[in-house]
């Protein structure tokens, strides 16, 4: 049973006092995850002393447009991801990724700060968010830090947050005209589902039809989610009419495996991550195509 | 463990109470105040019968701690019929065979009455989304949204 | 005929409790003093128990009591075989059993105390496979038994051996079938309350079938039946689960109750209720078929093997129903089936909606299609020219005699809706794209109600009272299907009174009388029956009294429209409210005890041969798919389910019974299965064992098909299980249309249908 004490901040400034005086706080934002936990008693829930609540600091529930990033708060939940103006207008890739997590009582209460900090594997906003290149920004009493997301996460259900740190703000740079993105998930049900894979690609197509700056993630294939460079590459430089499209489709399957090994779930995953590479590729060359 | 003071307006009526860190809504719901109309299906937010109405939005009360929502206002299945007079939705659960067992039913209807709350006239497309995370396995769902159609549709 | 109240879809008599919260299901009843209790179970599939030390749990603040094996007066329960461990005695069989019940003032309290029971093990080798069972040198998983084997059924007809030489084409082909969950919404919840108003103990609970609850209970507290009462509460879904699980959670609270003197409440959690209650049986199946190049089957040899797990529990009847509707509705002169169980180390297995019929219709409905497709012929026309009509005689020897045989019009009013015929010309031309639609078709013939597996009956209680509302009372319970509001409908039409006057009571196994089991879609058409026969003797009485009363000739009375009327005379004679005076005042007992056992049926066990069922009924479900063939996944796209009922009680209920049987058949046929790798289950909640959500319901389209039946109550005969047997064989079908592979192991994930096989971390199960 788990023993602990319950604090609630209603201030960034709040929550800092606690991290910095105590010791084993575990911070609860949304709860999806970590009330399942507690209430299971999962073993996988390291122990913690002080329950701290954060989910009611209005500090940290705004989208804002700033001159090169989108800036989202930790506490923006799901839903709201879903409903914002400026979600739809500059990352719709976002809402589409939000709109696929489990249910509506799920995304009024999950937030995208806890599905980044949770670092699952399966988690829907990652591999969006990491194709979009988002840094967050982290703050502790000393002051605060950025990291690429791809710097942040450490593994599977690991990060590199410190123990008095928040996370307080999710900063997305702005892409400029020319960038396409598309998100692709599969489950096992159309609602309440668990990623069973799932790609985010965003990519540049310039004037000569060219492919450039393509950003490749995809979700539930490797430990934790991180792009896939040498798919990358092999589809930047290359003009739409002249990519072979098949072959991304091995690369992608070729660079899932040199990261996981053979598993048993190989012969599936390589299969279809190849046909959603195809899938969103295709979708980009006939977007430019009607240009 | 220090318990924790928390006030909520739960339908419609103020409420003082101490909890526990780790008690859920749905604890504070079913075992303190005997709403029991809130059904315990899964524990883990995965089948929707505990869902009830938290400031305005549907969530599953198994995935809140009574200690995070000092100062809600909560509407659970016993706050629907108002004056002995049925919701909408209620009536037409009834008129429409949305019922079989009934132990999906208080979060079907809070599920639907959340989106109601939002937006009156949904598109089928809609209605699904809004009960995307509530299980039934008695109906198929056909009687669920042919009810809720029959409120919704002028 | 037309009808006042029966054959209208009057509203659900329990929906206003339903709809507000107060319906009062098991997890929701506190009694002063009350106890929780919780169980600890097995950590292990097959182990020898050498010791438990109940020292420190008992020493446990809050801790009331706790029991092992040895507490309970008769260990062993179970309907047909006496062999289910209500908690393990020496070893346990697998990991859902029980070894030790805690009572605490708490849940938590009893949760920690658990924790704190020692037990030594000896881990023992198990038997994960019913082919492993069967083999002459494995080990011996019930000692007290010679094999492994459960039961084994057998059918013949003709000599298939000379059926297979005269045959043109010959396929055989193997399917399988996984362990299935009931996944009803609530899970399981009992309540045992001692020294309740002159029972020694009364049970509270989600109940499915509360005289075998109480047959359990008393059996294994050593009582008679009288001394235990068995209250049904409102219960949240069923589907054949709340059984055998029920009765052993009631024994264990009902020992509690007794031991401490207080109320026990014991409720599983989710993954509690995973562990523990038993499933669908996973099935086996060597089909052989042989045709005429024109289509005319000749011979079928149908092996099926059925994983009982550790328990008999309802295996000896699920795989009887199997033996007997294998072949599916088709006419064969040469017939050679058998079914068998096997013990094994898994979870033990069950009655589940549909009871040995979803396997086998998966399984020979593929097959038609293949066979099909090897005579390059249409599906449709193969079945067509094959299909039962009135008088043919079934695979068990059986004539269809005595019902119209409907099975022609089913498929017609279901192909006709579904545009069957030009779809599936359509979609066998070469479709461009990764997405590939397909349409396909599956039919059934089934047996109503129990058959020759039991003895079939069911009584009923008409009770009007002094004020002229009625009281209803059957042994049969209501699993949320709607047969309070049907057998309401019953009495109002009998007593041309209206719904509003009659209440509808729980099932009380004091005062209802002893009915069978809530199971076999038999309700309506035995419980059906038992209602009509009470509300028309309650009907005798007032019609005699009113006849003397008046100087009228009886046989010229009638009751409609709340009063009693004279052949050609519009003029009511005297209202239903006068009657009830009339009654009251002259002493007249206006209540009366129906009674109706099924009409007389056979078999021989020996000859595999016989009249299993007294009546049919016959359906006809199309699917239609969209399948991605780069990702597996699935859209079933709309189903037409084309039922024969006999006749409908109440169509908006019966609707609601089809709906609800195609999407549990859906669930069947693209995404359930309990994940067990040597006796552990994996998924034990639903994020990982998934049921279909409101997104994954296709369109449906219910086709109700009436052909009243000599036999049941205005001709109704039975839907609970028949809408839910035949969904899975029309995907599968669908699918192999749409990609041109056949998938022939449930259910058809994505693994599957990109691969053609399934992926499991350690082994690949497939046939």
Redesign the interface.
Known sequence: ??????L?ALKIEDALYYLDRLEKVKI?AG??DL??N???KSSRLPHFDY?L?I??IEELKFIALKKQFLEIGSLITH?QLIEDTLIAKYFPILKFAAQTI?????R??GTIGGNIVNASPAADLLPPLIALKARVELVSPGGKRELTLTEFLSGPYQTKLQENELLTTIKIPLLNEGYLANFQK?G???????A??SLALVTRIDSENIFQDSRIVPGSATPYPQSFPVTEGAVNGKRTTDLNLEEIGEIIAKEMISITGKR??T??KS??LS??V??ALKEFISKAGTK | MKKIKINLTINGKKITLKVNPQERLIDTLRDRLKLTGTKEGCSIGECGACTVILNGKAVASCLVFTAQIDGSKILTVEGLEVGGKLDPLQQAFLDHHAVQCGFCTPGMLMSAKALLLKNPHPTREEIKTALEGNLCRCTGYEQIIEAIESVTKD | MVYDKVNKPIRRIDGYEKVTGKAKFAADLFFPNLLYGKVLRSKYPHAQIIKINLDKALAYPGVKAIITAKDIPNNKIGVIIQDQQVLAQDEVFFIGDGIAVVAANTLETASKAINLIEVEYKELPGIFDPEEAARKDSFLIHSDRQNNQVIHHRLRKGDTEKGFQDAEIILEREYSTPFVEHAYLEPEVVVAVPYEQNSLVTIYGSIQNPFACRNAVASALKVSLNKVRVIQNHLGGSFGGKDEVISSMSVRAAVLALKTGQPVKLINNREESILESYKRHPYKMKYKIGATREGKLVAMEIKCLADSGAYACQTPFVTWRSVVQATGPYELPHVKTDTYGYFTNNIYTGAMRGYGSPQIIFANESLMDELAQELKMNPLELRLKNIYHNNSITASGQKLDNHTVSLEEVINRAIKESDYINKYQEYNKIQSGDKKKGIGMAISFRGCSLGAEATDAAGAIVAVQRDGSVLISTGLAENGMGLKTVFSQIVAEELGIELNRINYMEVDTSVSPESGSTVASRSTILGGNAVKLAAQQVKDKILAMIAAKYNLRKENLYLKNEGIYEKFNPQKIISYEEMIEVANKEGIFLSAYGWYKAPDIFWDEEAGQGNPYFTYVYGCQVAEVEVDTATGQIEILKITAAHEVGKSINPACLKGQIYGGVIMGLGYGIMEEVETYQGYIRNTNFDEYLIPTIKDKPDLVAIIVENPDPYGPYGAKSIGEPSLELTAAAIANAVAQATGKRIRNLPLNLERVLLGHALSREVNHDV
């Open positions: 049973m788990y023993n602990y004490d319950f609630t609860l709860g999806t009330i399942v507690i209430h299971k329950l609540d989910s009611n839903t489990g249910s509506p009582q799920i009024n209460r599969i096992r049900r159309k609602s309440l589902a668990i069973r894979l048993w779930s012969p599936y299969k279809a046909a959603l195809i899938r």
